[in-house]
């Protein structure tokens, strides 16, 4: 996985509530198996016509509109468990996931796959949208060790929660496999200390 401490970076908002993983990525498209060229099936129902032509009024279709953080309404990633919408996020290009809320699973899956999924209150999340409406060159500014996001504009910044481990994950790279062989030689030592 990619380290993630500091980014800043315009965004795409999706200012829509209860999307579910349906929308993210269709069924339809869970036959792959490899996570590649999966952003191309990204809210695929709603970025293309039936026809396959782009729909000009879905945001992603909107050059406006660009950045590695997708900010999205309330209660974003719920419905079934599949880790291809977080196949589909992380292989647009889309590095955060900012909501006021997120299906646990989803969540679990973002992370997994090295998308951080950051939860503001609903007035913050209000605020983003805002400010991006009225200026979509606006940024915000992600602090992982400190656990913050800032929208720049307002200067108004919110703490969010994260776990201890996946925060030493993505700080580091690591994905559970890296994680386990970072940490080899403490195991190594444990196992004999138990032998001795």
């Known amino acids: 996985m990619e380290k993630i401490n500091n980014i800043t970076s315009t965004c795409v908002p999706l ?5 579910d993983t349906d929308q993210i990525v269709p069924a339809r498209f869970l036959k792959a198996t ?4 999966f952003g191309n099936n990204l809210f695929y129902d709603w970025r293309y016509q039936k026809d396959g032509t782009p729909n000009a009024s879905f945001v992603l279709n909107n050059p406006t509109y660009q950045g590695c953080i997708l900010v999205a309404g309330k209660n974003f990633g719920s419905g079934s468990s599949r880790e291809h919408a977080a196949w589909a996020i992380a292989d647009y290009g889309f590095r955060v996931v900012v909501s006021s809320f997120f299906a646990d699973i989803f969540k679990n899956n973002a992370m997994n796959n090295g998308v951080l999924p950051v939860v503001v209150s609903d007035a913050f999340l209000a605020e983003i949208f805002d400010t991006v409406k009225k200026n979509p060159t606006a940024t915000l500014s992600l602090c992982l060790q400190a656990q913050t996001l800032t929208n720049d504009t307002t200067g108004n910044s919110e703490h969010f ?3 201890a481990y996946k925060k030493t994950c993505f700080l580091n790279g690591y994905d559970d496999i890296d994680y386990l062989l970072a940490n080899k030689d403490k195991i190594e030592a444990y196992e004999q200390r138990l032998n001795d």
Do not use: H, Q, Y
């Open 15 to 19: 200012p829509l509530e209860n999307v």
């Open 34 to 37: 490899s996570k590649e060229g």
């Open 161 to 163: 929660d994260i776990n």
